[in-house]
């Protein structure tokens, strides 16, 4: 038997175990996350309506077991449609929109119905990936609750109602030119939408166009006009840059290019990716993100000094002469000042959206200085059409609502009542315009007070065309014809240039045949199949920073006000999942857990453990946030990782109006988000309620208690990786009393690189969307009875003040010898010969005993009917996956549905089954590449590839389960100078007791 | 009324000649009126049977959901209760069975009541995995039949084995709680005076007559039971520990489970053997023949099979750091310092420390102090089971899955309703049927009277 | 006194109790047999319009393949489009009031609903392509549909029947070009054939034929 991982004392397995918190309370006194108080569990009325939403099954005919009485019918077509065969499904290339840019994806059809969204591998901002935003849009397609009819003062009426209506308008006000008509749209990256609107504001040339959508990048085009006196986007090449540092930037997760940044940056983190060719991350933020905690050095400070943070590094590199307090330590300056110099052209340092021009100018300047730009950095024109600064767009339009200046507005897609800043009133200047129509896909706070609301068509429902974050054009084609009688902004605006007679896709294909009218058919049809614009990206602009440059940052940069010790300030971010409330309905984003917090259902005041234990806070403590005389009461929750002095609360949430799904579900942080302080503010000040709101959270425990779980190894330690002393053999012990796993033509297994694996949480969704997961809401979540198959686990490593996360995504592990096998009564849960552990739900009868004894909890019980027929809902159903019905167990399969059909299509062919024929869901969407599938058996195949690597490891090996899924150890590459003092802060943590011996039981 | 003679057999004599018994014991059943304490007993137990009721129908029409069970816990209330009643069971065929065979004759005044308890506890018991089950509908799929599926259930899980040696368990223990009762059941028919009962008892009585031969045959049959019943004792729950050692959770992966659980078992056992006997030797007034000795003998099993159980619990102690397996500590140190500590110490307080309070032979001769530390013990033990399963669950290998279990009202009602049902059979039986053997009394009385005769 | 019972009565009592505790039994299995709630076997389903697959198939002699289109290529054999049945009958029986529903279907009025006669548990995931490609014919399931006037079910479609013929394929095995023949009969030699056959399509192995996985999911 090899020597097993642990036993040799002092070796890198061991020392890598032992840096790891006992427990956050352990390290710091603190509860862990609260444990859920008991609730009760019978279905009350609210949660019955909720369920009766979010579920649809035919389960009860399904899996029960017996079929029912009546004959199934089968209606035929009238005439069979061109392009698909009777049960396969259908792909159609589309893009869908992400904070107004595009992202290409590939719709799967089946039998006309939208069912699962893919990345689009040919289009930029995707090359395949997809996000979490992208796999719930099919549910948002569903959705019963989108707005289903057009609307006259909260009564039913029709669209030449409004259409007449909108001429009267007109008539009223003939000869005026448009004067005191407005149109408010989010921002536009469409050509043929843009077009449009340039039509009718020469139709009424007195009228204006303005912009706003909360999450916009006002700060990055006034920088971008500061330092090259021009509005333009910046695009970053991760995959080209060695040094990265970010200020306050989290470009992996709250960004337009956010898939595509993780993707490129991936290419340097897995853990077999060459030594020299790893990048390393330096991180300094004023709130824990998914960049921070892929960062290899990250250093909390306060949002109000990121300014002064990067002024030190720009001094220190010689780039600027701007002069301001220090902030950061001297031995990190230097450590990264060292590698920049080293790694000229092949850096890059970035700035977050949050932070305001200067620091984006500044970041320009020291990309400039290292010649960053035209290799990592590239400029490209604006993709937005139109990039004006938003917040004063909307401060125009507030005055002149008034100013009583606008008898006619008309609102496209936004939802300034929630989103607009708190001091700008916009609600109550609303009401002062006679005539306010309002478009989007729910009648929301803002339609509620307009006098007319058009239903929005789905972007999965109508043509048009979105440019992506560096420009590339791609054309939208919808996967269904609109559910409801929804229109697309189009045919709104051309109602308003008044051309009421065109479609939606009569609208956009005229604009491309003028652009295009010497090819269009075959420019048409070759976008569509494509999804993307041959030749649109636009080619990079050269240009020079401005001469004044040093006199107009000196001006922009504050020298920083000498604050109060306890000052403490409050930075508003995006939420992870619903992103500025806009997807707030949708059950899916809503149930997964946000990847650094764990909650779920819910925003909370995020705060320091220093700062909640000087304010003797808890969690689910209701605290009173007072900041510039606006107040908001809302749930605390301790949050390693968080600057001492900051409070961090997400966007989005408190909606009023958002539907069954999204109503009433955490707080409204827009109401106290000023117009002069829109990302962070100071001054804040925050008391105890006394009182408690409930908070789910899917992980109530952080630590690893001195386990082996996430391995972590510095790239140094990596090198000198043997399998026996990192990894772990795949067989512990041959010897065994049960069978050997049966050994068909092929055996699966599958591979996670947690070193490329950023936690963001597509896998979970995306798995959700492909295997008809069930949503079970957030009293469900409090008992511990979420459902998702793969889910990712969140440990906590080093000081508590600047603890790392850990992320593991933790499927089913598919273990050889399964324990979950030998309880089961019933034969419920068997091996198969390709190796796959299957969960054959018509004949679970719901001991859960395999759920006891599964050792790594992946697998998912129905403990009530989960999945409720809805009309509508049902239809998103993957028809290749039983619906499960109550009382059932079920786990991931490693999406057999999808091994089944390929081998059949193989087997048809008589061939055998290519390496990367099969691509279970989750390793579709993942944006880092972090999980491979495939073949054992196929020595050529990647996951074999993987899995030689020294730093393969099996979760919990030592009980000799055998997983077919195994982990690849994370590897950090940190500055050899920084390095030492982390060192030395790791080392004053005490060694876990009790990790004495993890032999398989059988050796004992 | 006599007073309470410290003896095991009713003195002979005058005082009781086998018509005596018969009569004094038949009357119980066939002659009004109750005590008043007994009807206030039925209508209690009636309620929380319908309470049971309400419970199970509401958990059929909504799904296991209604309890607190959840990952990682997914078993909790329903399988505590299933191994409790299980083990209360085995006190009923110990008594009747193996003293039978040890020819213990002082087992004649309680083994007819401990054997209706084993019945009505097994009952509650097998209810209960039925009940837990996802798709209750479909349990039957646990049981070998050849169907259309070509499928069987699957030989290595305990849950098969289960059925096995619970629906064994409980046959036998019917056959041989009927058999003993048949000479009864005709003693009954013969004292009753209406037709209807005659008819009943009758019926139940299979033709008894009482010939030479037909004794002789019951005498044989009854002690083949006995020898059948035996080892059930053992195999019951020696199947049920398996359940749980069979599983790789920290807290249940161990070999001592069997005779561990054996002994436990025995312990509720005669816990519930002695709360039922107290109060009900007082209501019909059975002192002379469940005299203070009886219950003295029962303590003293009592006593023995809870020093045992207090081993167990040092054993499990020592083998989770002896075995230096890091899951096997943590899983000690937080079923006594984690969440659930209360909870097992709960169970050393009930379960070890004053039950000791046994070796005073003064206490073991008292009814009342019996009858408390009984119920003691039987809260004792059911936390106890609680304790093994839900704390272990609690907390297994992977930090990130460990959630708390929390009873819902739901969770309680079916404990509290399967108590109330248990309670209401035993009261129908004891309304209907002797709770002593007649028969077997008259022949122990016989047997004295000889003896005495002999001496003087 | 005298005795309840008389010794006849007695055993004529244990007698009946026999009787009545058979009668149960017997009764359970009755029930069990005849649980099944779907399309009953051997016995024609009512359809809107009496279609007759022995006319079709028989008589005209038409493909299977020219209304079940897809049936090589996907797991569902596909219910032909209104416009094929219309290829024929916009000219045959154009006016046939049998074909009125058919006529009112196609003209855009109410849809036709056929009802279906195979229908499996949403559980199962039969495949008609995979199993076309490997030798097997319609008829080994659908029996002799060419002498159906009305469209019934000839198999039972339980899950032990599909395990017979995934334990033992070569019972059923042909060369592809008969599997669209009706009247193909296994010849004599069948189990040799068959076998032949099983290596030259390259059958999975029974372990994985008989898998949960492959028709479960």
Redesign the interface.
């Known amino acids: 038997m090899p020597p097993p991982v642990t036993e040799a004392s002092g070796s890198l397995a061991m020392r890598a175990r032992q840096r790891f918190w006992r427990s956050l309370s352990e390290a710091e006194g603190i509860p862990d996350a609260t444990l859920p108080r008991p609730i009760d569990t019978r279905f009350a009325p609210n949660r019955r309506d909720f369920m009766k939403l979010m579920g649809a099954s035919i389960a009860l005919a399904g899996v029960s077991g017996c079929s029912h009485g009546s004959l199934e019918k089968i209606v035929p077509y009238r005439a069979g449609p061109a392009e698909q065969t009777y049960g396969k499904p259908v792909f159609y290339a589309s893009v869908l929109p992400r904070d107004g840019y595009g992202v290409g994806v590939l719709v799967e059809t089946n039998m006309g119905r939208p069912t699962k969204i893919e990345g689009n591998p040919s289009h930029p901002a995707s090359l395949g990936a997809t996000g979490v935003i992208e796999q719930a849009a099919v549910l948002e397609l569903w959705d019963p609750d989108r707005s289903q009819t057009v609307k006259h003062g909260g009564t039913i009426a029709t669209w030449n109602d409004f259409l007449a209506a909108l001429q009267a308008q007109f008539d009223a006000r003939a000869g005026t030119k448009g004067t005191g008509l407005r149109i408010l749209t989010e921002t536009i990256a469409s050509p043929s939408l843009h077009a449009q609107i340039q039509s009718v504001l020469e139709r009424f040339p007195r009228a204006k166009w303005h912009q706003w959508q909360p999450l916009n990048d006002d700060n990055l085009h006034d920088a971008a006009e500061m330092v090259y006196g021009r509005r333009l986007d910046t695009v970053c090449r991760f995959d080209r840059a060695r040094i990265v540092v970010a200020f306050d930037g989290d470009f992996l997760d709250d960004a337009p290019a956010s898939i595509r940044c993780a993707l490129d940056f991936a290419t340097r983190r897995h853990a077999h990716a060459a030594a020299d060719a790893r990048s390393r991350l330096y991180a300094f933020e004023c709130t824990p993100t998914l960049t921070g905690a892929a960062a290899d050095h990250r250093l909390p400070i306060q949002a109000a000094d990121v300014g002064a943070a990067i002024a030190q590094l720009a001094r220190a590199l010689g780039a600027t002469t701007v002069d301001v307090a220090n902030v950061l330590p001297d031995a990190w300056i230097a450590a990264i000042v060292a590698d920049l110099r080293a790694n000229r052209g092949a850096s890059i340092v970035v700035a977050g959206r949050r932070q305001p021009p200067h620091v984006h100018a500044l970041a320009h300047v020291v990309n400039a200085h290292l010649g960053n730009v035209g290799n990592t950095i590239v400029h490209v024109p604006p993709a937005a059409d139109d990039p004006t600064n938003q917040l004063a767009s909307l401060r125009d339009l507030v005055e002149a609502m008034n100013g009583g200046a606008i008898d006619a507005l008309l609102i496209l897609g936004a939802n300034p009542v929630y989103t607009a800043p708190a001091d700008l009133a916009f609600a109550s200047a609303l009401a002062k315009v006679p005539f306010k129509v309002h478009h989007g896909l729910y009648v929301d706070e803002t339609a509620d007070r307009c006098d007319w609301h058009v239903p929005a068509a789905h972007p999965l429902e109508c043509f048009g065309d979105l440019r992506a974050f560096d420009g590339t054009l791609a054309l939208q084609q919808p996967g269904i014809a609109p559910l409801y009688d929804g229109k697309s902004a189009h045919e709104l605006l051309a109602a308003l240039a008044g051309d009421t007679t065109r479609g939606n896709r009569e609208l956009v294909e005229a604009y491309w045949q003028r652009e295009r009218a010497s090819d269009f058919a075959a420019f048409n049809d070759r976008a569509l199949r494509e999804g993307i614009v041959d030749g649109s990206t636009p080619e990079p602009i050269n240009v020079a920073l401005r001469g004044d440059l040093a006199a107009v940052l000196a001006k922009a940069t504050p020298s920083q006000p000498p604050r109060a010790a306890d000052d403490i300030e409050i930075v508003f971010v995006a939420d992870p999942r619903i992103g500025d409330g806009r997807h707030a309905n949708n059950a899916w984003l809503q149930e997964l857990p946000k990847p650094l917090s764990q909650l779920a259902w819910d925003n909370a005041a995020l705060i320091a453990p220093a700062l909640a234990r000087r304010y003797g806070m808890e969690n689910e403590d209701i605290v009173e946030i007072r900041v510039g005389g606006r107040r908001i009461e809302v749930a605390a929750w301790l949050m390693p990782g968080v600057p001492e002095r900051s409070i961090t609360l997400a966007l989005g949430f408190g909606r009023t109006r958002a539907g069954h799904v999204g109503n009433g579900h955490g707080v409204d942080a827009y109401a106290i988000r000023t117009s002069d302080a829109p990302w962070f503010a100071g001054g804040v000040a925050i008391t105890r309620t006394g009182r408690k709101h409930a908070l789910a959270c899917a992980q109530t425990h952080h630590a690893m208690e001195g386990r082996d779980i996430v391995r972590t190894f510095t790239l140094g330690e990596a090198q000198a990786c043997t399998p026996d002393e990192c990894g772990t053999p795949r067989y512990r012990n041959e010897r065994t009393l049960y069978e050997t796993p049966p050994t068909g033509p092929y055996a699966w297994a599958m591979s996670i690189d947690l070193s490329s694996c950023i936690g963001c949480g597509a896998c979970t969704i995306a798995c959700q969307a492909e295997n008809n997961i069930p949503v079970v809401g957030k009293a469900e979540m409090r008992n511990g009875r979420e459902m998702h198959w793969i889910r990712v686990d969140r440990y906590y490593e080093g000081d508590i003040a600047d603890a790392r996360a850990l992320f593991q995504p933790v499927p089913c592990m598919q273990c050889e010898h399964a324990p979950c096998e030998v309880v089961c009564p019933v034969e419920a849960s068997v091996h198969d010969a390709q190796g796959i552990n299957v969960q054959v739900y018509n004949r679970c009868v719901g001991t859960r005993f395999c759920s006891n004894n599964c050792p790594y909890k992946v697998r998912r019980f129905n403990f009530f009917q989960y999945t409720d027929d809805v009309p509508g809902l049902d239809s998103q159903r993957n028809p290749e996956v039983t619906v499960r019905m109550r009382g059932v167990m079920e786990k991931c399969n490693y999406c057999l549905q999808r091994i089944t059909n390929a081998k059949i299509a193989a087997d048809v062919e008589g061939r055998r089954l290519r390496d990367g024929e099969v691509v279970t869901a989750c390793q579709a969407a993942c944006p880092a590449r972090a999980i491979v599938f495939g073949d054992l058996a196929d020595a050529q195949s990647e996951v074999n590839r993987r899995k030689s690597s020294p730093l393969d490891y099996a979760l919990l090996a030592e009980l000799n389960t055998r997983p077919r899924t195994t982990y690849l150890a994370r590897v950090t590459n940190p500055s050899p100078a920084l390095a030492q003092s982390t060192q030395q802060s790791r080392r004053r943590e005490a060694p876990p007791a009790g990790a004495v011996d993890t032999r398989p039981r059988a050796d004992r | 009324m006599a007073t309470d003679a410290g003896t095991l057999v009713p003195p002979p004599g005058e005082r009781y000649t086998g018509a005596i018994i018969t009569d004094k014991i038949a009357d119980l059943v066939l002659v009004r009126p109750m005590h008043a304490g007994y009807y206030v007993g039925f209508i209690v137990t009636a309620a929380f049977t319908l309470l049971f009721i309400v419970a199970i129908t509401y958990l059929f029409t909504t799904g296991v959901g209604i309890w607190g069970v959840a990952q990682p816990v997914a078993w909790a209330f329903a399988l505590t209760n299933f191994v409790w009643w299980v083990g209360i069971g085995h006190a009923g065929t110990f008594i009747s069975a193996f003293l039978l065979l040890l020819r213990q004759h002082w087992r004649t005044s309680v083994n007819r009541f401990a054997e209706a308890m084993t019945i009505f506890a097994v009952a509650m018991a097998g209810l209960m995995p039925i009940l837990h089950l996802g798709r209750p509908w479909f349990f039957y799929w646990l049981i070998p039949y050849p169907d259309v599926m070509n499928v069987w259930p699957q030989w290595r899980s305990p849950l098969v084995w289960d059925i096995f040696a619970i629906a064994t368990y409980i046959i036998v223990s019917i056959l041989f709680w009927y058999m003993g009762l048949i000479p009864d059941l005709a003693s009954l028919r013969d004292h009753a005076r209406t037709r209807g009962k005659q008819v009943a008892y009758g019926l139940a009585a299979l033709g008894w007559r009482g010939e030479a031969r037909q004794w002789h045959r019951f005498e044989t049959a009854y002690l083949l039971m006995g020898g059948l019943a035996t080892p059930l004792v053992i195999s019951v729950h020696t199947v049920v520990s398996l359940d749980f050692s069979f599983g790789l959770v920290p807290g249940w992966h161990s070999t001592i489970f069997p005779p561990y659980f054996v002994d436990g078992a025995l312990y509720s056992g005669f816990a519930m053997a002695l709360v039922l006997a107290v109060p009900m030797r007082k209501v019909f007034r059975l002192e002379d023949f469940i005299t203070r000795d009886h219950l003295a003998k029962m303590g003293t099993l009592m006593l023995v099979t809870g020093l045992i159980v207090a081993y167990s619990y040092m054993v499990e102690a020592f083998n989770a750091y002896y075995s230096t397996d890091l899951y096997e500590i943590a899983m000690m140190r937080n079923r006594y310092f984690g969440p659930y500590a209360p909870i097992s110490w709960s169970v050393i307080l009930c379960n070890v420390l004053i039950p000791q309070a046994l070796w005073s032979k003064r206490l073991r001769r008292n009814p009342l102090a019996l009858f408390v530390l009984g119920l003691v013990v039987l809260l004792g033990m059911w936390l106890e089971r609680f304790m093994i399963i839900v704390a272990s669950l609690e907390r297994d290998f992977l930090p990130s899955a460990w959630h708390m279990f929390y009873p819902t009202f739901w969770d309680l009602a079916t404990l509290a309703g399967s108590l109330g049902a248990f309670a209401f059979l035993f009261l129908m039986f004891l309304r209907f049927l002797p709770a002593i053997s007649m028969s077997e009394l008259r022949k122990d009385v016989r047997q004295e009277t000889i003896r005495a005769g002999t001496h003087t | 006194?005298s005795?309840?019972?008389s010794?006849r009565f007695?055993l004529v009592?244990r007698i009946a109790t026999v009787f009545v505790l058979a009668g149960i039994v017997a009764a359970a299995v009755v029930y069990r047999v005849n649980?099944?709630?779907?399309?009953p076997q051997d016995d024609p389903?009512e359809q809107p319009i009496p279609f007759s697959h022995q006319h079709h198939v028989r008589d005209d002699g038409i493909d299977c393949r020219y209304c079940h289109?897809?049936v090589e290529?996907?797991?569902?054999?596909?219910?032909?489009?209104?416009?094929?049945c219309m290829t024929c009958h916009a000219e045959l029986f154009n006016d046939a009031p049998v074909l009125a529903p058919l006529r009112e279907?196609?003209a855009?009025g109410k849809?036709?609903?056929?009802?279906?006669v195979h229908?499996l548990?949403?559980?199962v995931?039969f495949?008609h392509?995979?199993h076309i490609?490997?030798g097997v014919g319609c008829s080994t399931c659908h029996g002799a549909i060419d002498r159906m006037p009305l469209t019934r079910r000839v198999a039972?479609l339980?899950?032990?029947w599909c395990?017979d013929c995934h334990r033992n394929p070569e019972a059923v095995l042909r060369p592809r070009d008969q599997v669209f023949n009706v009247e193909w009969q296994p010849p004599r030699d069948q189990k040799q054939r068959g076998a032949q056959l099983r290596q030259e399509?390259?059958l999975?192995?029974t372990?994985?034929l008989t898998?949960?996985?492959?028709c479960?999911?």
Not at chain 3, 77 to 83: D, H, K, R, V, Y
Not at chain 3, 111 to 116: D, F, K, S, T, V
């Open positions: 006194m005795q309840v019972f010794p007695a009592l649980a099944r709630g779907d399309a389903i289109t897809s290529t996907s797991a569902f054999a596909g219910i032909p489009p209104l416009a094929t279907a196609y855009g849809a036709l609903e056929w009802n279906r229908d548990p949403g559980f995931y495949d392509s995979i490609a490997k039972s339980y899950m032990q395990l399509y390259g999975r192995s372990r994985e898998d949960c996985s492959t479960h999911r």
